[in-house]
């Protein structure tokens, strides 16, 4: 359980113009929603009722990233990489989440590994297999979407979805994400406001969006590219950040690498297929 003490909240006044800006601009070449275009109405100042909920932490001075945490005890490493949790028969209310993974400067980061775990519709976990477990990575314009269910209730907790993120070359950020209106919201010691998902009905499905910022130092400019003093290839090693097009050796064969990312125990090569293709 964490009980860790929580830092003061972000000033709305300061944080919401800008973050409108900064939303607006990168879903300028999608059709803008109004509400994305007037501070006020930005999504997560509003619940579907009207009711203000607390702000979450966004991109103001770049110094309040989303805050982490506990992991707890479901997690499982080498997810597979996909946008959709659905399977044919799965039971549950249909839930997308879209959001963008911003750097403490407020710019998007793209490569962003999302490893995302939840519930089902009745709480439980899959501990055998991955059902209801994926991993994407942001795109170019540091967004993302995952399409699945709304998780049940399970015992002691209120509702929830559990997500790693990790930034190229950077530690993991493990968190999780809320849904408002919750009554157990109120009673569930793990919960935190400031990571509360703007949440509407959508013809019987529900969509949701969420903003996270990533503690990755970002100066003027584009997105940085990760370096490293040693150039990838060689033997494949946990901790190193490979690029796409890079080649190592694991278990005496050869692989390149297919997307960006930072290597994580439990992927290595051969158990990861959309990260590394046998050459
Ligand atoms: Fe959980």
């Not at 950077?170 to 998902?197: C, G, K, W």
């Amino acid at each position: 359980m964490d009980h860790e003490s929580h830092p003061p909240q972000p000033d709305p006044a300061r944080l919401v113009p800008r973050k409108a800006v900064l939303r607006a601009a990168l879903a300028a070449t999608a059709a803008v929603p109004v509400a994305l275009i007037g501070g006020p109405a930005l999504a997560r100042t509003l619940t579907a009722g009207g009711v203000a909920v607390p702000l979450t932490p966004a991109c103001d001075d770049g110094d309040h990233p989303t805050p982490p945490q506990t992991e707890g005890p479901y997690f499982k490493p080498n997810s597979p990489m996909r946008t959709s949790l659905l399977e044919p028969g799965m039971a549950g209310t249909r839930l997308t989440v879209t959001g963008y993974v911003f750097g403490r400067s407020c710019l998007p980061v793209s490569g962003v590994l999302m490893d995302f775990w939840q519930a089902d519709a009745n709480g439980a976990y899959d501990n055998a297999r991955y059902r209801l477990r994926g991993h994407q990575f942001t795109d170019s314009r540091g967004s993302f979407a995952l399409t699945t269910i709304v998780p049940g209730l399970y015992p002691g907790r209120t509702r929830h979805i559990h997500v790693k993120l990790q930034a190229p070359g950077r530690p993991v950020l493990t968190t999780q994400l809320y849904f408002p209106n919750e009554p157990r919201n109120n009673t569930d010691s793990i919960f935190d406001p400031r990571l509360l998902m703007t949440v509407r009905d959508a013809g019987g499905a529900r969509e949701a969006a969420f903003d996270f910022v990533l503690d990755v130092p970002q100066g003027p400019g584009p997105t940085p590219t990760p370096t490293g003093s040693t150039p990838p290839g060689g033997t494949w090693t946990v901790g190193t950040t490979y690029r796409a097009g890079d080649r190592v050796t694991y278990g005496g064969r050869g692989y390149v690498c297919l997307q960006a990312h930072t290597a994580n125990p439990g992927w290595e090569p051969p158990n990861v297929p959309a990260l590394w293709r046998a050459a």
